[in-house]
């Protein structure tokens, strides 16, 4: 049955196997002050308590669409799923782990509404550790900022992803139907966010109104470790500083460009050496506590 009156705001939840965190994401949806939205759960196969979790929501009169995939397609593939299941005009997405706080959509919406030039709407959000204790607010900026998106995005060339994770934005639906692409592994939510400033302007609010979990399982720790997250680095930056809109000469353009690849492999590298440090650490401990 096709519904007539769709939601202003469709808030989608990936998520994999994070029953343990699910409680906390949706509870923070359910506490919106802004009250015109649908919550869409979009589950990639869980292997744990997520379906029981959301099935408890639901018989008690929350009102979440939720979906299982009959297979693991892949976060790229969920989160598309994410955005087809999506019915209303601003696409919410929080990440299974992360948590928003209650006036986020409000204000949020509040900040497309005012801009109809928009196209990407972020706010800061507050880095948490595992039990939700603040360890710092990261922020594009410390004031708010209406700015052209092509502007963001050389901004972000040159310093990297200061817009931040998929949790911390809002979008319009009609501008992402391109949907999330599957040329990049990792940074997808970085060449969205380009690939959404390309059609309009960048609002942001520099008040936190989201919570972004830091733990060791999630995919961002995972991803640091895989080679093809320095790969896609250079890959987004190549393609993305030679567009016309990126206003610097040529000469300036290529020394950016080995100065960049070679700041990668670097970063690789000290990751790389870090991950093999922390592992030997961590043997070593557990090999102590055996003797």
């Known amino acids: 049955m096709v519904d007539h009156n769709p939601p202003k705001v469709s808030v989608c939840i990936p998520t994999y196997n ?3 965190y699910l409680p906390d994401a949706v509870g923070s949806v359910l506490a919106q ?3 015109d939205y649908e919550l869409v759960v979009v589950d990639n196969c869980s292997t744990d308590k997520t379906p029981d979790i959301v099935r408890k929501y639901i018989d008690s009169g929350a009102k ?3 979906y299982r995939n009959e297979r693991n ?7 598309n799923l994410c955005l087809k299941y999506a019915a209303g005009d601003y696409i919410k997405i929080l990440c299974a782990d992360d948590l928003l706080e209650p006036a986020c959509l409000e204000k949020l919406v509040s900040a497309m509404e005012s801009h109809p030039r928009a196209s990407l709407a972020g706010s800061a959000r507050m880095l948490v550790n595992d039990s939700l204790r603040p360890l710092k607010v990261l922020s594009y900026s410390d004031r708010f900022v209406e700015d052209n998106g092509f502007n963001v995005i050389k901004r972000c060339l040159l310093k990297g992803n200061l817009i931040g994770e998929p949790t ?5 639906k009609i501008h992402a139907e391109r949907g999330f ?3 990049y592994k990792q940074l997808i939510d970085l060449e ?4 959404l400033l390309e059609q309009g302007d960048f609002v942001f609010l520099p008040e936190p109104l989201s919570k972004f979990r830091r733990h060791e399982g999630q995919l961002t720790w995972e991803y640091i470790k895989d080679p093809a997250f320095f790969g896609d680095g250079w890959r987004i930056f190549n393609e993305y500083i030679d567009k016309d809109y990126v206003r610097m000469s040529a000469v300036r353009k290529s020394l950016l460009k080995v100065i960049r690849r070679g700041g990668m492999e670097l970063l690789r590298r000290s990751h790389l050496a870090r991950f093999a440090f922390s592992t030997l650490q961590a043997k070593v401990t ?6």
């Open 18 to 20: 994070y029953a343990h």
């Open 192 to 195: 969205m966010w380009f690939h």
């Open 181 to 183: 692409t599957t040329t």
């Open 168 to 172: 911390s934005v809002l979008f319009r």
């Open 286 to 291: 557990a090999r102590r506590h055996h003797v």
């Open 64 to 66: 979440i669409r939720y």
């Open 33 to 35: 002050t802004f009250p």
């Open 73 to 79: 397609v892949g976060q790229t593939g969920n989160f």
